[in-house]
């Protein structure tokens, strides 16, 4: 499947490309709660929410004293800011 191009919005995105996207960043969907997804890379973990607005994206124990790190990323930035920003880590 091919994806916009990488700097449309992502409100412009279908819901099933976004899910493409995802995958192929190497999240895995929630069987539970469909809009929740996961990911684990060697030096961090992390949760996404597909909020109404925007993607939440939780960093497990990455803050200096243990604790979660979060951050709320509109749906208006492109898909290629929202990749070097989400995946990039805490």
């Not at 497990?60 to 709320?72: H, T």
């Amino acid at each position: 499947m091919v994806l916009p191009s990488p700097d449309t919005p992502l409100y412009n995105h279908p819901l099933p490309d976004i899910e493409i996207w995802l995958q192929r960043q190497g999240c895995e969907q929630d069987q539970e709660v469909p809009h929740c997804w996961h990911i684990s890379r060697p030096l961090w973990r992390a949760d996404i929410s597909l909020d109404t607005d925007s993607l939440v994206v939780r960093y497990i124990n990455a803050g200096a004293d243990g604790q979660d790190v979060q951050r709320v990323f509109k749906y208006s930035l492109s898909r290629q800011d929202l990749q070097a920003a989400i995946f990039s880590g805490p």
